[in-house]
C-alpha cells in the first residue's frame, strides 16, 4: 500500500514551472505524484493523511550551496547531524558541504566515508565538494575524475583563494571534462593579508586592518576572463562587493559561463552597522559598505547574482571571544537565511516572491545540475517547504546548530519555515 | 565643570567637548597647586603588552603624587595574547584590591570587553591602532595653555597616521574642542579613507603645513619600511621629514608637537625638534598631571565599593 500524504490549501511557487497558484500537492512513497487545485476534494483521496498548509506558501526544499559542517576535525563546532537539523529548521532540504573539514575533502576514499556518514546522520540531503587542489594548498591538483565517480557535486577551495592563475586555468579544463562547476572563493591574498574587516571607515576609526573590495573584484575579474577562456563553469562565492556585482552582470552580458551566489548577511548588514569589537559579526568576505550591501539586493533583483547561500561556518563561543580580530572568520546561517531573504528582500520589495523562491532553490539547484531538485514537478523527491511569510520571530540561542556565532541573534524577522520535508517526510515544523 | 561619572577611560570617542574640558581643568589645577593624597588607598597596577617608557614612567609618577601604590606587574606579551588570560589577570590582581587598571595591548579595542567585566577602573594606555586618549588629553593641555581658544585654529598630524592611535585620539579631542584637523602624510600612511573620520586628507606637506596652528609630528615605525607601505626612509623624508623649511610655512607662532619616541633625521629636523616652537618637552611634563586628572576621575566615576 502506497504511503501518501496531501498538503492542502497552500499556494505553490514553483519558479521553475513557472506556477505561482493555490495548489494541493499529493506526495506518494515519497515523491511528488500530483500537484492541483482542490485535489483534496477528490474522491479516493479522503481520509489520506493531510497537512493544512492555508496561508503559506508551498515551495521547493532550499538548496543552500555552500555550508561549513565540520565534519570530521571540529565536531565540537558542528556536525553532519547539528548541521543538517539547522537546516531542517531553516527550511533548506539539500546542502553542499565545503570540502575544508580537517582532513581535506580531497580523495574519494573521504568523500565516500563522508557520504557514507550523511547516509546514517543527516536529517537532510548533503551532497559534497571535493578540494581542487591537494590539501586545499594550491599546489596540486586533485583527481577530478575519480571525484567525480566517488560522488563529488562540486570542485571548491572555499576558505582557501586559489592564488595561482595558472592552476586555476587547469582545474577549470579538467573540470570541465568532468561537468563539474568549480566554486570559487575570490580573495586575493597579497591584497588582504592580515585583514579581519572591510576595509573603510568603521575599520579605521575602530583601528582594525581592513581588506579592499578589490581583493574580491581582483579576482572575480580574472575567474571570468578564465571562464571565458576555458568553457568551463565558474560559481563564484559569497560575493560582497559591488564591483564584483558589476563585473559579473557585464560577463553575463557577454555569455560568460559565471554564475554567483550572495550570502543573507553580506545583503542584510553593512560594516557601519557592527557592534564595537563583536566577533559574531565576522567573517569573510567581511561586511562592506551600504553601497556594497544596496548592489548585492540590486544584483539579486536582476538575476546578476543567481543564488542565495549562507556560507553557515560555525564556530565555538570561546574562539569567538577572543577579541574581533584574532577571532576566526564566519558566521552561522541556515537556520536564518529564509528569514533574513523575506525580511530584506520580499518585504522591503525588492524580489518579487517568484525571484526570491528562485534564488533560494531553483537557481542553486541548476547551478549544480540536480534536475531533480528545486522545483515541485510530479516525479520528483517530495523535498519542500511550507512558509509562513509573516510569521515575525526574534532568532536566538540556543540553535539547533551547535554554534551560535550570528549577527542575527536578537534581530526581529518576518517569515519563517513553518515545516521542512525531505522524501515526503517531515524533518522539522513549528 | 560637568561632572564626568566614568570608571573607565577606554577612549574620547564618545566623551563630550564638557568631559574633555573638566580633565583639562583638573589637570591644570593639579599642575597649579599640588594636591595633598586624594588616592592614598589606591592601588594603581600597570598591564603592558608592549614597550613604553614614556606613558608607563608618567602614570606611576601620577599615581605616586596622588598617594596611589603603584603596582609593577611584569606581564610578558604572550601571558596577555588572549583575552580570557587578562581578564584573568585583572579579576586576580582585583582580588589584591587593586583599584585601577592602566592597560596597553597591540590590539584594537581589547577593553571594550573587559572593562565592563571588573569592578576597577579601566584606563586605557594605548590598544593598537585605536586609541591613546591620554596622550592626546596632554597634547590638548598642552596647546591649551599656549592658545585661548581651539576655535579656528588648524592641526596638522603629519605621519603615519594609519597605524596611530595617538592620531585618532588627537582627532576625536581636537575636534571636540573646535580645532580643524588635517591628516597629512604618503598614500599608504594616510589613505584617503580618513577623511570619513572627520579630518581633512593632504598629501602635500607643504600644501597642509602652509598657515598652520600646529603640527604633531608622528613616528615613522622603522617596520613600514619593510611591509611596503615606503620604499625607503629616504624617500619618505624627502616629502614628509618636518624640516626648518617646511616648519617656517606655519603661522609664525605656530607649534610642533611630537609624541615620541623621536626618530631624529626621519620624521623631524633636529633643529625644528629641538628649536623654539617646539613643545615636546612640556608635552611630557603635562602628562603627568593629565594622568592624575584621569586617575582621579575614573576613583570618582566608580561606585562606591562594599
Redesign the interface.
Known amino acids: 500500500m502506497a504511503e501518501r500524504l496531501l498538503i492542502r490549501g497552500g499556494t505553490v511557487v514553483d519558479p521553475a514551472r513557472g506556477v505561482e497558484a493555490a495548489r494541493d500537492v499529493l506526495i506518494e512513497d515519497g515523491k511528488i505524484r500530483d500537484l492541483a487545485a482542490g485535489l483534496s476534494k477528490k474522491p479516493g483521496l479522503q481520509g489520506v493523511e493531510t497537512i493544512d498548509a492555508s496561508g503559506l506558501w508551498v515551495i521547493p526544499g532550499l538548496v543552500d550551496m555552500h555550508v561549513h559542517l565540520r565534519e570530521p576535525g571540529r565536531e565540537g563546532d558542528e556536525t553532519i547531524a547539528t548541521g543538517t537539523s539547522a537546516a531542517a529548521r531553516g527550511g533548506v532540504t539539500t546542502v553542499l558541504a565545503m570540502a575544508n573539514t580537517e582532513p581535506v575533502c580531497d580523495t574519494p576514499a573521504q568523500l565516500r566515508l563522508l557520504r557514507a556518514k550523511a547516509d546514517a546522520d543527516a536529517k537532510v540531503r548533503v551532497l559534497f565538494a571535493g578540494a581542487v587542489t591537494v590539501g586545499q594548498k594550491g599546489e596540486r591538483l586533485t583527481e577530478f575524475a575519480r571525484l567525480k565517480e566517488a560522488g563529488a557535486a562540486a570542485l571548491s577551495d572555499d576558505g582557501r583563494p586559489l592564488m595561482s592563475a595558472g592552476l586555476m586555468r587547469r582545474a577549470l579544463e579538467l573540470a570541465r571534462d568532468q561537468n563539474l562547476v568549480v566554486i570559487d572563493h575570490c580573495e586575493d591574498l597579497t591584497l588582504s593579508a592580515g585583514a579581519c574587516a572591510n576595509?573603510?571607515?568603521p575599520a579605521?576609526?575602530?583601528?582594525?586592518?581592513g581588506a579592499p573590495w578589490a581583493a574580491e573584484t581582483v579576482q572575480v575579474l580574472r575567474d571570468i576572463a578564465l571562464a571565458e577562456l576555458t568553457g568551463a563553469r565558474v560559481h563564484l562565492a559569497h560575493l560582497s562587493a559591488a564591483a564584483s556585482v558589476e563585473a559579473v552582470r557585464a560577463a553575463k552580458r557577454r555569455g560568460a559561463p559565471v554564475t554567483a551566489e550572495a550570502c543573507p548577511h553580506h545583503f542584510a548588514l553593512s560594516d557601519d552597522m557592527i557592534p564595537?569589537?563583536d566577533a559574531d559579526w565576522k567573517m569573510n568576505p567581511p561586511l562592506r559598505s551600504r553601497e556594497d550591501r544596496a548592489a548585492l539586493v540590486e544584483g539579486l533583483a536582476d538575476g546578476t547574482i543567481d543564488a542565495i547561500a549562507t556560507d553557515h561556518a560555525p564556530h565555538g563561543c570561546?574562539a569567538k571571544?577572543?577579541?574581533?580580530?584574532?577571532a576566526p572568520f564566519g558566521v552561522i546561517g541556515l537556520e536564518t537565511a529564509l528569514a533574513v531573504s523575506l525580511t530584506e528582500l520580499y518585504h522591503k520589495k525588492a524580489l518579487t516572491r517568484r525571484e526570491l523562491v528562485a534564488r533560494l532553490c531553483a537557481a542553486p539547484a541548476a547551478i549544480l545540475g540536480l534536475g531533480d531538485r528545486g522545483t515541485l514537478a510530479p516525479g520528483v523527491p517530495a523535498d519542500l517547504t511550507l512558509v509562513d511569510p509573516n510569521a515575525e520571530w526574534t532568532p536566538a540561542a540556543p540553535y539547533a546548530s551547535k554554534s551560535r556565532n550570528t549577527p542575527f541573534s536578537g534581530r526581529r524577522l518576518k517569515g519563517r519555515a513553518a515545516r521542512t520535508l525531505v522524501g515526503g517526510r517531515t524533518v522539522h515544523a513549528l | 565643570m560637568t561632572t564626568s561619572r566614568r570608571k573607565d577611560l577606554l577612549g574620547l570617542?564618545g566623551l563630550s567637548a564638557a568631559e574633555i574640558e573638566a580633565i583639562l581643568d583638573e589637570a591644570a589645577l593639579y599642575k597649579a597647586k599640588p594636591p595633598k593624597t586624594p588616592l592614598a588607598g589606591r592601588t594603581v597596577a600597570f598591564l603592558f603588552s608592549e614597550a613604553s617608557t614614556r606613558t608607563r614612567s608618567s602614570f606611576e609618577e601620577a599615581a605616586l603624587r596622588l598617594g596611589a601604590q603603584p603596582l609593577s606587574f611584569s606581564a610578558a606579551g604572550s601571558s596577555l595574547a588572549?583575552?580570557?588570560t587578562i581578564l584573568d589577570t585583572m579579576r586576580n590582581l582585583e582580588a589584591i584590591d587593586v583599584t585601577h587598571f592602566v592597560v596597553r595591548h597591540e590590539?584594537?579595542?581589547?577593553l571594550?570587553?573587559l572593562a565592563p567585566r571588573v569592578a576597577a577602573s579601566v584606563i586605557n594606555a594605548g590598544?593598537?591602532?585605536?586609541?591613546h586618549p591620554t596622550q592626546a588629553l596632554l597634547d590638548a593641555l598642552t596647546l591649551r595653555e599656549r592658545w585661548s581658544s581651539f576655535k579656528g585654529r588648524r592641526v596638522v598630524i603629519l605621519g603615519d597616521v594609519?597605524h596611530s592611535?595617538v592620531a585618532?585620539s588627537n582627532l576625536i579631542a581636537l575636534k571636540a574642542l573646535g580645532a580643524k584637523v588635517v591628516f597629512c602624510g604618503p598614500t599608504p600612511l594616510v589613505?584617503d579613507?580618513?577623511s570619513?573620520?572627520g579630518a581633512q586628507v593632504e598629501h602635500d606637506a607643504r600644501r597642509a603645513l602652509k598657515d598652520a596652528d600646529a603640527v604633531n609630528v608622528l613616528r615613522l615605525q622603522l617596520e613600514r619600511m619593510e611591509q611596503g607601505f615606503v620604499p625607503s626612509l629616504a624617500d619618505y623624508a624627502l616629502g614628509y621629514r618636518l624640516t626648518p623649511e617646511l616648519a617656517a610655512l606655519m603661522k609664525p607662532d605656530a607649534f610642533v608637537l611630537h609624541p615620541g619616541p623621536m626618530n631624529r633625521g626621519v620624521e623631524i629636523d633636529s633643529a625644528v625638534a629641538d628649536g623654539p616652537r617646539s613643545l615636546i618637552l612640556s608635552q611630557v611634563a603635562n602628562g603627568v598631571f593629565v594622568r592624575m586628572a584621569v586617575l582621579s576621575a575614573c576613583d570618582r566615576g566608580r561606585p562606591a565599593r562594599g
Open positions: 576595509e573603510g571607515a579605521l576609526r575602530k583601528g582594525l586592518k564595537g569589537y570561546a571571544a577572543a577579541g574581533f580580530d584574532p | 570617542e588572549k583575552g580570557e590590539r584594537s579595542g581589547v571594550e570587553d590598544d593598537g591602532w585605536h586609541e594609519r592611535r585618532r589613505p579613507a580618513l570619513a573620520l
